[in-house]
């Protein structure tokens, strides 16, 4: 009797300083309190009716909350109220550092968290690689760590969420620079310890881009040893892999063995199968992805809902002609025997990414994104045929002359809307810009980055064309694949769902005017529809206006 007597007593206590709790809650005002909306809530679920108040850039609580005291209330009726969106390729944060105004390309589209990086990354550094121009930059780096860089980014304010990874291209030209060699054991434990560093430094994994010199280069065994030592710190390891068309399914093979043998989590980047005759192999590659996942590889990959692909020009030269280096590759440019064996290698042969072939060997099909600033910048977005017919020269005279000047970004068409709707339908594909943050007024300050319209229209495409117009996915779903799926995949796990604890990044927009307005031939355009983005808790875009709050987080792996 003495001992239920003592436990009814303890669940009186219990229930009285839940209630107590429960009232001093109520009693303190929400920063924010979103009311009327349709949650969907980013985890698949389908949408509910509720409100969201939000207090200390987290949010407090989800329920019926109208009436309740907040510094500033947002009516959502006839809204849908979501997670921020989160982009798994965001190019660079370089951008961020140069212009704050840029971060709004990414914002304006629903954006509040942008994972960068691929082949190449801003850290580490060494004297020799710091001192090598980036292109568009008028300064100097002055970091060599990404601890370094990373307060330098938080010291300068950022509207958005950013995080990190280190690309092992850029570790290979620390130590061995960007010819065709193999590393050392003695070169390889310094690549090693690079990438120690950067984990420890934050980085959320390693990343390869294995079409480009000389990202190339590295063999598979180098790659595992890398990622062992990523997956030490709980990293992942992300690639824009080594083939996307005619050995597609080798190349998934090679991320998956990796994943297996250096026991990491893998996502592939912006998955394709570019040229006609190796389109049917994308329903073949989601079905090899799906089946290692059922093996217990945790592998993802994301999409961006364009026909066009993006890459530097001189993705379309045989890897080979760079084993001597970039300066050494421009040089031989000079003699016209080089450039016969060129043309002759992309007119005949595929043993390696042959783009050119995957366009349908032609050039009309090739459109110029952006030449650079050592460019002509008249040659935007007009195809390379185009641009030959306008100088009234060869369009492989166009090709060469681009090519020795830098490193032009071009969009191939390369593949088709089937495949799309096919990756968009498999549940662990999410979405990615593959483009950096660009100011429209200041477009300089991109760095020679991507200007074709994902930058700007990625995930407002996805929520008009694939869920509105096409039916092809729900909107719950899409919101899924722009929310708490990528964060998982980063390890975000604060992030990407709406529920009380997690940190506010939130959207609140009518699905039936959301809009991407960028098109190939004007890129440069903000998305619509997207009325209150809040990052941290803190109104980034209201009512459809930039505040200019610098209230993004530059998130570190831990």
Same mark, same amino acid.
């Given at each position: =009797?003495? &001992?239920? !007597?003592?436990?009814?007593? #303890? ?23 979103? !009311? ?15 409100? %969201? ?23 959502? &009726? ?36 942008? =994972?960068?990086?691929?082949?190449? *990354?801003? $850290? ?26 990373? #307060? ?55 990343? !390869? ?147 050119? &072939? ?10 110029? /994104? ?43 068409? *390369? ?35 991507? /200007? $074709?319209?994902?930058?700007?229209? !990625? ?7 694939? %869920? ?34 997690? &940190? ?9 005017? %959301? ?11 903000? /998305? ?22 610098? /209230? ?7």
């Amino acid at each position: =009797m003495r &001992r239920a !007597t003592v436990f009814f007593l #303890a669940c009186c206590l219990l229930f009285a300083t839940h209630a107590a709790a429960q009232a001093n809650s109520a009693a303190k005002p929400f920063d924010v309190l979103i !009311t009327g909306g349709r949650i969907v809530d980013g985890a698949g679920n389908p949408w509910f009716g509720a409100d %969201v108040g939000i207090r200390d850039g987290v949010i407090a609580e989800i329920g019926s909350l109208a009436g309740r005291s907040a510094g500033r209330t947002i009516d959502a &009726r006839g809204s849908v109220v979501t997670p921020g969106f989160i982009d798994m390729m965001g190019g660079s944060s370089l951008p961020l550092l140069l212009d704050p105004v840029s971060a709004e390309s990414k914002l304006r589209q629903g954006i509040t968290t942008m =994972m960068v990086g691929e082949g190449d *990354s801003l $850290a580490p550094q060494n004297d020799r690689t710091a001192a090598q121009d980036i292109e568009g930059a008028s300064f100097k780096i002055s970091w060599r760590t990404y601890a370094q860089y990373l #307060a330098l980014l938080e010291k300068k304010g950022v509207a958005m969420n950013v995080i990190h990874n280190v690309g092992a291209t850029q570790v290979r030209e620390i130590v061995i620079g960007d010819e065709d060699k193999a590393p050392t054991p003695q070169q390889l434990a310094e690549m090693k310890s690079l990438v120690a560093q950067a984990m420890k430094d934050g980085s959320v994994g390693l990343s !390869t881009a294995l079409i480009y010199p000389p990202g190339t280069f590295a063999k598979t065994e180098e790659l595992i040893e890398l990622s062992k030592v990523a997956a030490q710190y709980g990293g992942v390891y992300f690639s824009h892999m080594r083939n996307e068309s005619t050995h597609l399914l080798e190349a998934i093979q090679e991320v998956i063995r990796i994943g297996k043998e250096a026991g990491i989590p893998v996502h592939i980047y912006h998955l394709k199968a570019a040229g006609e005759e190796n389109w049917p192999l994308m329903e073949q590659a989601l079905k090899l992805i799906q089946q290692a996942r059922e093996q217990g590889v945790d592998i993802t990959a994301d999409i961006y809902p364009y026909i066009r692909n993006g890459l530097g020009l001189r993705a379309l030269v045989h890897p080979r002609h760079f084993a001597a280096g970039s300066d050494a590759f421009v040089k031989s440019l000079a003699a016209p025997s080089f450039r016969r064996e060129i043309r002759r290698e992309m007119e005949t042969t595929s043993d390696w990414e042959n783009w050119y &072939r995957w366009v349908g060997s032609n050039w009309d099909n090739v459109l110029i /994104s952006s030449v650079g600033p050592k460019g002509d910048a008249s040659l935007n977005g007009l195809s390379v045929q185009a641009a030959a017919k306008r100088r009234n020269v060869d369009p492989w005279d166009v090709f060469f002359d681009l090519i020795k000047q830098g490193d032009p970004f071009v969009s191939p068409k *390369s593949m088709n809307e089937g495949q799309k709707q096919a990756a968009l339908r498999a549940s662990f594909v999410s979405i990615d810009c593959d483009a950096a943050p660009i100011n429209p007024a200041n477009s300089a300050a991109s760095l020679g980055q991507s /200007s $074709a319209p994902r930058a700007f229209g !990625t995930f407002a495409r996805i929520l008009a064309k694939y %869920v509105r117009e096409e039916h092809v996915i729900s909107l719950e779903d899409a919101v899924r694949k722009m929310s708490s799926l990528p964060a998982n995949s980063l390890k975000l796990f604060d992030r990407g769902r709406l529920s009380p604890g997690f &940190r506010a990044d939130i959207l609140v927009f009518d699905p039936a005017k %959301v809009q991407d307005t960028a098109t190939f031939d004007k890129p440069l355009s903000y /998305s619509v529809g997207f009325d209150y983005v809040l990052v941290n808790g803190t109104l980034v875009i209201d009512n459809n206006r930039s505040t200019g709050a610098l /209230s993004g987080s530059v998130l570190r792996h831990q």
